[in-house]
């Protein structure tokens, strides 16, 4: 996913750079509207599966811990009725006692280390999520700004004849 809405704001960036260039207007430049706009619905519409993907993330990482708490409650389960067995006879007890906090204590040091495993997967994956997002809304503002520019600069300029190239004024592109 994250890949689709990079390749579109390359395609909206290659487009932007490949156009032509507006006569005494500097860094401004003409862009067929339609393209634009439609590479700029078609990231609108990538963006919510990269939402998406974040929270199927955050509930695997829910799930996986659920997973390990249960597993821990069972080991720490058998434990304890592994030494409820044991009680008759002192040395089984006390060596029951010792195994079954060892277990416990592993169990609870397992849980501890894919919890913060899988923290660590979550957050590192919700954090290339934010900057896609975030380059993708950068990438979008900056192009929404050069065709306003670009739209606003053309406003004072009469059309052209025909066969030559024309530009539109803001109320002319307004209209359409």
Do not use: H
Request: charged share 30%.
């Amino acid at each position: 996913m994250e890949n689709e809405v990079l390749e579109l704001i390359e395609m909206l960036y290659t487009m932007v750079t490949e156009a032509w260039g507006v006569p005494l207007g500097n860094e401004k430049c003409i862009v067929e509207r339609d393209k634009v706009l439609n590479l700029l619905d078609e990231i609108k519409a990538q963006l919510p599966a990269e939402v998406a993907e974040a929270r199927r993330l955050v509930n695997a990482r829910n799930e996986f811990i659920g997973g390990a708490k249960r597993e821990a409650e069972a080991i720490r389960k058998a434990a304890e009725d592994r030494a409820r067995e044991m009680v008759e006879e002192q040395e089984i007890v006390v060596a029951a006692k010792t195994r079954s906090n060892e277990v416990l204590s592993q169990a609870e040091n397992r849980t501890r280390e894919l919890y913060r495993v899988a923290n660590e997967y979550v957050d590192d994956a919700l954090r290339r999520t934010e900057e896609a997002i975030n380059s993708a809304l950068s990438e979008v503002r900056q192009s929404r700004t050069n065709f306003r520019a670009a739209a606003g600069t053309t406003a004072g300029q009469s059309a052209k004849p025909s066969g030559t190239i024309g530009y539109m004024s803001a109320d002319e592109l307004n209209e359409t």
